[in-house]
Every structure is written in structure tokens, then in C-alpha cells.
T-cell receptor, first 113, second 115 residues
């Protein structure tokens, strides 16, 4: 079973609208949770990184939340733009000291005009 | 400017041939990683290195080999023993092998196709 589950697998939204992506994980204990944006055919780029003691972190129009009790995280995109079309990957750091990471399969977002 | 560079961007290989993917970073990072990405799947760890002249197998190391002779370089060789090598390969690096909340930076990837 995958340690990091993301939903929805894909979604289409209208330009200017908001959307929320979900990430549930079973990894415990973990040191941090990250969200990456990956454009098609490119490498992932970091959006946010949160330790288990943080509840929310923003990066421009991207806001990530974390509930360590329920092992859930979300990424909210505000006022979507065409350039937001990408895969958004939730990543959990597995353990202390060696930076091993567990990756979700990604949320594929398509923004249409 | 600083960053992590993978080359080539696209690579074609005949069955039975070995091929080496390049990964170079000028960020002075200790740790480097190789991942494989297949459609509809999360990234899977092939090999990682936390210090020069040392590397460890990841979750799917069979059919792959690496070396870490220099801090800035971590080449990946896809051997003929890898039965399904067609994939998107991503190299990453992070600053400090001893700290857990350090950021991982990714290269732009190499798409390998076996023909």
C-alpha cells in the first residue's frame, strides 16, 4: 500500500477559480511534508515544506495545511492561472537523519480559460 | 548560476546496451539521489549518496549502477540487466545529510527510451 495517497487524481478547473488538493499519509513518525509542482517533462519544484509542528504555510497563491493528528495535508490554489496546469506532488520525509522520501502519485491539475 | 543539471534531456538506447545519465550540481550539496518516474506512479528511489565515495541502494536498484567520485557528480548507468528501462529519470540533491528538514532540489530530468 502506498504510504502517501493523493486525491483527486486529476481535475479540470476554470481560470480564476480556486481548488484544493488532498494528501493522506500513513508514514509515522515523519519529519516534514512537502508539496512540489511538476510541469510536464520537467523536474519537480518545491512549493512548501512543513514540519509536523506547523499547520499552514503559504507561497504566493499556494497555501498548504497540515493536520498531523489525522495525517492529512491539503494544497489550496487561489485564483488559478493557466500556468498552474501541472502535477502537484505530496512528499513525506520518512525518518530522521537520512532524508528518505515517500512520494504520492500526484494530482494532475488542468486550468482552462 | 547555481543548480542541478541533468544531461541529456532525451536519450535513446538499443536493447542490450548500457547507457549513462549525467547529473551535476554546483550547490555544494552533500546528498544526491536518483529517482525513476513512470506514468501514473510516484517517484521511486534508485540509488542515493550522502557523501563522496559512498552510495546506497534505494527501492529499485536492480539493473542500475552509480558512482560518486566527486561531490558535484552522481552519474547513473542503466545496464542491460534493467528489464524495463524506458522511463523519466530525475536526479536530486540536498544540502546536508545530517539534517532532516533540508530542501531537495531536482534536475530537469532525462527521458530514456529503449528502441
Amino acid at each position: 500500500k502506498n504510504q502517501v495517497e493523493q486525491s483527486p487524481q486529476s481535475l479540470i478547473i476554470l481560470e480564476g477559480k480556486n481548488c484544493t488538493l488532498q494528501c493522506n499519509y500513513t508514514v509515522s513518525p515523519f519529519s516534514n511534508l512537502r508539496w512540489y509542482k511538476q510541469d510536464t517533462g520537467r523536474g519537480p519544484v518545491s512549493l512548501t515544506i512543513m514540519t509536523f509542528s506547523e499547520n499552514t504555510k503559504s507561497n504566493g497563491r499556494y497555501t498548504a495545511t497540515l493536520d498531523a493528528d489525522t495525517k492529512q495535508s491539503s494544497l489550496h490554489i487561489t485564483a488559478s492561472q493557466l500556468s498552474d496546469s501541472a502535477s502537484y506532488i505530496c512528499v513525506v520525509s520518512l525518518s530522521y537523519g537520512n532524508n528518505r522520501l515517500a512520494f504520492g502519485k500526484g494530482n494532475q491539475v488542468v486550468v482552462i480559460p | 548560476d547555481g543548480g542541478i543539471t541533468q544531461s541529456p534531456k532525451y536519450l535513446f538506447r538499443k536493447e542490450g546496451q548500457n547507457v549513462t545519465l549525467s547529473c551535476e550540481q554546483n550547490l555544494n550539496h552533500d546528498a544526491m539521489y536518483w529517482y525513476r518516474q513512470d506514468p501514473g506512479q510516484g517517484l521511486r528511489l534508485i540509488y542515493y549518496s550522502q557523501i563522496v565515495n559512498d552510495f546506497q541502494k534505494g527501492d529499485i536498484a536492480e539493473g542500475y549502477s552509480v558512482s560518486r567520485e566527486k561531490k558535484e557528480s552522481f552519474p547513473l548507468t542503466v545496464t542491460s540487466a534493467q528489464k524495463n528501462p524506458t522511463a523519466f529519470y530525475l536526479c536530486a540533491s540536498s544540502p546536508d545529510r545530517g539534517r532532516v528538514n533540508t530542501e531537495a532540489f531536482f534536475g530537469q530530468g532525462t527521458r530514456l527510451t529503449v528502441v
